[in-house]
């Protein structure tokens, strides 16, 4: 699925089956370090998968590694001797009906305990291709798609497009447990950074079948995204865009 989170803040544009997803901001004046993530280890992890309403994920496939097991019915897993590096593990979760959910983290040599919220798809407004449509939530966050969409084999989309949405505070008190990965991140330079939010926005697309789509090539998105208004005297004028990719766990300028 491809996702935008964003605006250090995490703006997120999720636009179904690309590697990227969550598009964010960084605040530029974040100082730039050097992340060591060590040798190959081993390690065993234990954790809870939730969705946002606090219930159990049943059913939810979580990798880490090569490793794979499924929650069961009070959304529990354990897995074993996965394969990490020493100073940074990966756990991804992901279930039909939901935002793909992950977190990062620094592995210790006991049992690991991770906990991941995952967010359920649901269809905030449908719109039709080859018109200019807006799509907004109530607290002004909003999304302008100029009509052109593709499939996922990059195929022109024709028919009814539906939009999920999900505005992701910067002070919501599950934050680290919804956003996917962690802070880490790459500039486009390839220096390390440590990133600071103001937010997130989850949008994904699909077809009247199901299909996932996404923007179609050459087209764009505007997004604009409500900043809480504690935070509007702190934030900087501009701030650059990172998606998430899902298969380092390392937001990306």
């Known amino acids: 699925m491809t996702k935008i989170y964003s605006l250090f803040f995490i703006l997120a544009l999720l636009v179904s089956c690309k590697s990227d997803s969550f598009i964010e901001l960084d605040n530029p004046e974040n100082p730039a370090i050097d992340f060591n993530f060590g040798n190959n280890a081993q390690r065993n992890f234990h954790g809870i998968v939730l969705s946002t309403d606090g219930s159990p994920v049943s059913g939810a496939s979580v990798t880490i590694g090569s490793a794979t097991a499924q929650t069961n019915f009070k959304g529990m897993f354990v897995i074993k001797n996965a394969d990490v590096k020493e100073n940074f593990a990966y756990v991804k979760a992901t279930k039909a009906g939901f935002v793909n959910g992950s977190r990062t983290m620094v592995p210790t040599n006991g049992s690991n305990r991770i906990k991941i919220m995952m967010i359920p798809v649901t269809n905030t407004s449908t719109i039709s291709s080859g018109t200019t449509s807006t799509v907004s939530l109530p607290n002004g966050t909003k999304v302008k798609f100029d009509g052109s969409f593709k499939d996922g084999n990059g195929n022109a989309y024709t028919g009814n497009v539906n939009v999920a949405m999900f505005h ?74 990172w998606s998430f990719n899902e298969t380092t766990g390392i937001w990306q300028e």
Do not use: C, W
């Not at 077809?207 to 087209?219: P, W």
């Open 168 to 241: 992701l505070k910067p002070s919501d008190q599950y934050l680290n447990e919804l956003m996917p990965g962690s802070f880490l991140a790459n500039n486009s330079n390839g220096n390390s950074r440590i990133m600071e939010t103001y937010g997130m926005l989850h949008v994904q697309l699909t077809g009247a079948s199901g299909q996932n789509l996404q923007i179609a090539n050459g087209h764009t998105a505007e997004m604009t995204v409500a900043i809480d208004a504690t935070q509007m005297t702190t934030s900087p004028a501009t701030i650059p865009l």
